[in-house]
């Protein structure tokens, strides 16, 4: 049995206004009703394997244990990297984590964002690699290209072993020019990256090329913490942890690099037009989701939120609604979406790296209206959830309950609040908001005051570790 390791960072900044630093794109629901992360782990479905072991950041950690806790897929502690490192740092973790537990599995690598529309070939290719991983092989996956593609890496292949592959190299993303070449002469491969290998095999080559990263990562994982659902490494030891990927730091420079050709319909999911590429479209080449109308529209991607989109004579647009953005590009100009993020977050503006909607590990909570002097939120409490145990030093704020039951803590009270009751919290008065029933609880907050930042909150007690 396989290790499936699965890297989930990342910001997918070529995705907004959908995709967001603090909520990137392998956590949404973009070709299905699961996240990308959930179609990750249930595309194993059918291989014989241990539990997934996720990477991810720390921001992240409770949007990731809650999407795996929806699919039954949190059987192992979420490994939590304190800060990016790329990917041979992670994997390296990845590797001595199971290690240390005895073992010597094979691990398989993936990325948490990545469309594979054939299942039944990944895991046929899946089967092949786990042969050749067992003898020492350090696979990695090729995508078998379907077009002059000149926004991946190229693997070229060598002489053929056991149905694969030697690497001959490692290409850069080619012009067009050269990537038609590639394609016409059939020994080049897009990079998947993804990989599969034995984790003491890994190791070995990082020690032969790359000593400095397997040091680090060697202090950094002997060094762990857990907390919840999550184990955390020794922060100043990853800190110091040279950045490099796994095509750098070793699958280039080894010279046991097997590639299997993979073709099941992959996609990186890259850009919106990558989007438009996998989803299923109408009669005129129109790609959409949400409530559309469209009129002399053709070959359009357009995402819906909660209002409703209309299209007169357009064509090869993409449009995006959400809650507080409303995105409109070319679709051939899609990859420059990212100067647009650029840009906001040089301006500091909250839509680089928040939603209006803003998940927390109680639940969520939706910036309905803001003034100079109050804001109204809309929040949503998990049954059996609770937040902390807080006050403020600027602001006040009312509840009024919609539905569900608050056990409210306010100052030396404590109250019981169901639907149209309400309760004031005075500037500085300690308090706490728990839902104690068995569906969600829905309630409005005013917060009135001279400042309205989050971080005024000053925490007493947390059961989420943020105290």
Known sequence: MFLPVIMAGGSGSRLWPLSRKAYPKQYLPLTSDKSMLQETVLRLKGAEHLSPLVICNEDSRFMVAEQLRAIDALQSPVVLEPVGRNTAPAIALAALQAVAEGEDPLLLVLAADHVIQNQSAFLNAIKQAETLAQTGAMVTFGIVPTHAETGYGYIKRGPAQDEAFKVDSFVEKPDLATATDYLKRGEYYWNSGMFMFKASRYLAELEKYQPDILAACKKAIGHTSSDLDFVRVDKAAFEACPDDSIDYAVMEKTDSAVVVPLDAGWNDVGSWSALWDVNEK??????????????????????????????????????????????????????????????????????????????????????????????????????????????????????????????????????????????????????????????????????????????????????????
């Open 282 to 467: 109408d009669a005129a080449g129109n790609a959409t989701k949400g409530d559309c109308i469209t009129h002399e529209t053709s070959n359009c991607l357009i995402q819906g939120g909660e209002r409703l989109i209309a299209t007169v004579g357009v064509d090869d647009l993409v449009i995006v609604d959400t809650k507080d953005a409303v995105m409109v590009a070319a679709k051939d100009k899609v990859q420059d979406v990212k100067k647009i993020v650029e840009k906001l977050k040089a301006d500091e503006r909250s839509e680089y790296e928040f939603h209006r909607e803003v998940y927390r590990p109680w639940g969520k909570y939706d910036s309905i209206d803001s003034g100079a002097r109050y804001q109204v939120k809309r929040i949503t409490v998990k049954p059996g959830a609770k937040l902390s145990v807080q006050m403020h030093h600027h602001r006040a704020e009312h509840w009024i309950v919609v539905s569900g039951t608050a056990k409210v803590t306010n100052g030396d009270k404590e109250l019981l609040l169901t639907e149209n009751q309400s309760t004031y919290i005075p500037v500085g008065v300690i308090h706490a908001l728990e839902n104690p029933g068995k569906v969600d609880l829905e309630l409005i907050e005013v917060q009135s005051g001279s400042y309205l930042g989050e971080d005024d909150i000053v925490r007493f007690e947390d059961r989420y570790g943020r105290a």
